[in-house]
């Protein structure tokens, strides 16, 4: 191809956890491979985070991070990761780097993952920028199928400032999810000065498994397996040492998979409850391959897991997380209407009541192909018909 590359930055912020930074990864990895045919021309690309990313998390050719100093959740809001410096500094200091990234970049297509302006808006003032100096970049907002309960919402959109604002700042807005299971725009979660620009996607679970960071490893599959996992971990502890305990199905080994977020001594806590059939790991290159060979999941019920959950006929509990938010609990509920998941509330949960699932799940499989799964296929489409607008005709709609 000899036409210009099209340039494309993906920004999560990354406080708690692992899956803004592998939403976005999936993301460029379905670009990388799939808008060069549509747009006859090559793609490369910057994903901005703010963690470090580990082994197996692999960019796509064209494709490199930009990592920012960390920030992490604490009940006074959001704190420096590592720095030694105050809130105010590190805003300061990952606003400019991201401004800076973003005029000398000149992205085509500029990705938000969930928060529009970013953490404590860090990036309000970058897209005033870039909307002055490269006023033909398309920006989107990528938002999960579920945010919050409704009223939480409202509050945190109205807190984002003047509606003009968002709507002069933000083109289109993508939903990853399937708007028959759940519709963030009727139940009011969404940002409804965008509703015009919403465009549901999804869920971002084909083909994930295609592109799955796995990188090498020395544990092999067992045969007959039951699988707990708990994503990146750092909210996982109760689920972890409830399943451990938990005596598998006959015939069944259990695979704990504590997350590469958990401490140590926790992980070692998780491990000392395990029983004979229970190997407790701290991560598992290759998980989403590792979920489809179960024979049952136990998981959290956070968008990635339940993602590959879904792209799978494997029989799966889901023990979603209550607090802070109640965007886990709301979407095992939604998807637990539809007959794709089973749902045990954190207060029920036991080791008797998951040995229980377990067995009764063991030789079983679910149909979950009704649900639209292929958001990772129609993400490229609907960036190439984006980057093919007319932008003021695109913008004034």
């Known amino acids: 191809m000899s036409a210009a590359p099209i340039r494309v930055m993906l920004y999560s912020h990354d406080a708690q956890g692992l899956g803004h930074l592998r939403r976005n990864l999936a993301l460029a990895h379905h670009l990388s491979q799939h808008l060069p045919e549509l747009a006859q021309a090559p793609v490369t ?11 197996g998390f692999e960019v796509p050719d064209g494709f490199d991070w930009l990592v920012l100093p960390g920030i992490v959740k604490s009940p006074d809001g959001y704190q420096p990761r590592r720095l030694n410096s105050t809130r105010a500094q590190l805003r300061h200091l990952r606003s ?48 999960r199928e579920v945010l919050d309960h409704p009223a939480t919402m409202e509050r945190e959109w109205a807190n984002l400032g003047p509606s003009q604002q968002l709507r002069e700042l933000v083109d289109q807005v993508w939903v990853y999810g399937d708007p028959t299971v759940h519709d963030l725009t009727s139940t009011g979660e969404g940002p409804m000065v965008l509703a015009d620009r919403m465009r549901f996607t999804g869920y971002l679970s084909l083909g994930k498994r295609a592109v799955d960071f796995s990188g090498t490893s020395s544990v092999q599959v067992p045969g007959l397996f039951v699988l707990t996992t708990a994503g990146g971990g750092s909210d996982a502890l109760p689920l972890l040492l409830q399943s451990a305990a ?25 491990a000392r409850v395990a029983g004979p059939r229970t190997r407790v790991l701290r991560t598992w290159p290759g998980l989403s391959h590792h979920v489809n060979e ?48 089973e749902v045990l509330r954190f207060s029920e949960m036991t080791p008797a009541a998951l040995g229980q699932w377990a067995a009764s799940a063991v030789g079983r499989t679910v ?28 913008r004034a709609a």
């Open 294 to 341: 179960a024979a049952a999941v136990i998981s959290m019920g956070g968008y990635n897991t339940v993602c590959e959950i879904l792209s799978t006929s494997v029989p799966s509990l889901i023990v979603p997380r209550e607090t802070p938010r109640l965007e886990q609990l709301i979407r095992a509920r939604s998807l637990e209407r539809c007959g794709a998941v």
């Open 367 to 394: 149909n979950r192909e009704r649900i639209d799964l292929a958001g990772l296929s129609t993400v490229p489409l609907l960036a190439h018909e984006l980057l093919a607008e007319d932008v003021e005709e695109g």
């Open 246 to 270: 938990m005596e598998p199905p006959a015939g069944h080994q259990h695979i704990v998979v504590c997350g590469p977020q958990l401490s140590e001594p926790d992980v070692a806590q998780v």
């Open 96 to 143: 400019q780097v991201i401004e800076a990234a973003l005029i000398s970049f000149a992205p085509d297509l500029f990705i938000i993952d969930r928060h529009p302006y970013g953490v404590r808006q860090e990036l309000l003032e970058p897209l005033r920028a870039l909307r002055r100096h490269h006023p033909d970049t398309r920006v989107v907002l990528g938002l």
């Open 45 to 55: 690309g910057l994903l901005v985070a703010g963690l470090t990313p580990g082994e």
